[in-house]
């Protein structure tokens, strides 16, 4: 017998039966500690270290911070990637590793991390930099400000955040570009070779550097996309403002903010979506302060796979351990059969199941609810696109041989055309006729062909669709990469298509 596998088996046992004589039902203190490591913010409050698995990414990004502190500029940088993919970890990160770009005779740095989707609306973003500017001021250095953290009560009187949008606007820009003490003294122009950027280091000395992390960018561009443009045209024209803005769309300052590739165009950090081998590394990481061992790791690797081939979201593979944990606690009245540990392959795939049958595909119902009403649209379109297509019935032969039966070589033939239908069903330019319909009976507007091809990229990036890129845009095939019974359930329960399917006994309805 292996003596390691003895020992492990025991210890693990050990657990099993803590948990099953546990009065409260909540399992031992050792499982409490593995509850607090799979807990997505755990251990990554204070960390200014790269991320394990985005090494990569922290480095672009902390290179580009650490060029525009030494320049003495300031600058924008988008963070891309399908959610889950540790963008805003990468980014705080880097917020906090910010201490090493500083030199000794320059101020400390204001360090702003603001949640566009808790803001009451766009506009009120300006506000809220200023609350975080001056939480910043009287605050320790170099601690990150979240405005968006105060009470619900609101500011104290006197408080940045009572002023009006215009104003704050107004403020800000003046903060950030130093206008407030250029009214009370123009500095004259220099033609030295290399003034400019010396008055420029001088002023941004004297103030300090300003880096703000816009997180959740998304929904606020889809409230005012102008307002995005003005801040990173002002973080480009500025000597102190840094902006990074994170998203989930790849191509999203293309499609939203063409006006950015002219002169302002912020610098792209791209997040891929987690690999299996890189999520089940990132939840052993977790686990290795935990004294016992509760997971089997091929159960690691097979809930990191699972999860992988859908979204390779991290958190719903922690989210997967978690209920693992609480499910197996709940049975551990009979451990007979349990095996060595007490999260094993079975119970990874118990929680699957169970996330799958609640959800959908995993995030598939939080991944289109966030969509936007567009981007909904069109993915409603191929889902019905892909019922027609697969509802296509095969030609039916009418010459038979003398034995009754079809000829193989025109059996093959009349297969072939069908599956080219069907193919052709998929076009994106036959998708778009059907498109162009449902939007006027939704009566919402109707984007052009270009524009819903770059839609359908973002329906990609997010793991909901599969396209051809390689091919000119009505050409390029679609396939859905998300079971349609699963989208069926959610468009069920979607207020803008449920009245539509009802309205119209679409039979594309019944699956």
């Keep these: ?186 500095p004259s122009r220099t033609s030295k070779k290399g003034g400019s950027r010396k008055r420029a280091r001088s002023a941004a000395n004297e103030r300090g550097m300003i880096v703000v992390l816009l997180d959740e960018m998304d929904g606020l561009i889809s409230k005012d996309s102008s307002l995005i443009y003005d801040l990173f045209k002002l973080a480009k024209s500025s000597s102190r403002f840094v902006l990074i803005g994170a998203a989930n769309s790849l191509d999203l300052t293309e499609r939203v903010m063409p006006k950015l590739q002219q002169g302002c165009q912020p610098k ?50 922690l989210e997967a351990c978690t209920s693992a944990v609480n499910a197996a606690i709940s049975a551990t009245g009979n451990t007979e059969n349990r095996g060595p540990y007490l999260v094993g392959p079975r119970e990874i795939l118990q929680t699957l199941g169970k996330m799958q049958d609640a959800r959908g595909s995993f995030s598939t119902r939080e991944a289109v609810k966030a969509l936007p009403k567009s981007q909904q649209v069109l993915l409603f379109t191929m889902w019905q696109q892909s019922i027609e297509a697969s509802k296509t019935p095969t030609p039916l032969m009418t010459r038979r041989n003398s034995k009754g039966s079809t000829p193989p070589s025109r059996r093959l033939s009349r297969q072939s055309s069908s599956g080219k239908k069907l193919q052709d069903l998929m076009k994106l330019g036959n998708v778009y006729v059907r498109y162009s319909s449902i939007c006027t009976q939704l009566q919402v507007h109707c984007n052009p062909l270009s524009d819903v091809y770059q839609m359908a990229s973002c329906l990609h990036d997010a793991a909901l669709i599969e396209l051809e890129t390689k091919r000119v845009h009505k050409e390029a095939r679609i396939s859905l990469r998300v079971e349609p019974p699963h989208l069926q359930t959610m468009f069920k329960e979607h207020v803008l298509f449920r009245d539509y399917l009802s309205a119209a006994q679409n039979p594309a309805f019944v699956l």
């Design 268 to 317: 792209l950090v791209v997040f891929p979506a987690y690999r299996a081998s890189e999520a089940s590394k990132l939840v052993k990481q977790r686990l290795e302060k935990c004294s016992d061992k509760v997971f089997d790791e091929k159960a690691i690797e097979l809930c990191a796979r699972k999860v992988s081939a859908h979204t390779g979201d991290m958190r719903h593979v």
């Design 1 to 186: 017998m292996d003596v390691t596998a003895s020992s492990s088996g025991g210890r693990s046992a050990g657990i099993a039966e803590r948990c099953a004589k546990s009065e409260d039902g909540t399992g031992s203190e050792a499982v409490e500690k593995v509850r607090e490591a799979l807990h997505s913010s755990t251990g990554w409050e204070n960390s200014s270290k790269a991320p394990l698995c985005r090494e990569e990414q922290y480095e672009t990004l902390s290179k580009f911070v650490e060029g525009c502190f030494e320049e003495a500029k300031g600058g924008g940088a988008y963070l891309s990637g399908v959610p889950g993919t540790g963008k805003s970890l990468a980014a705080h990160a880097v917020l906090r590793s910010v201490f090493r770009f500083q030199s000794l005779d320059m101020p400390p740095a204001a360090l702003i991390s603001i949640n566009c989707m808790g803001l009451p609306d766009a506009r009120s973003v300006y506000r809220t930099l200023l609350q975080g500017f001056s939480d910043h001021c009287r605050g320790p250095s170099l601690n990150i400000a979240f405005p968006c953290r105060q009470s619900a009560d609101g500011p104290s009187d006197g408080s940045p955040l009572n002023k009006n949008q215009a104003d704050a606007k107004e403020q800000w820009e003046a903060i950030v570009m130093g206008k407030e003490k250029a009214l009370k003294s123009t």
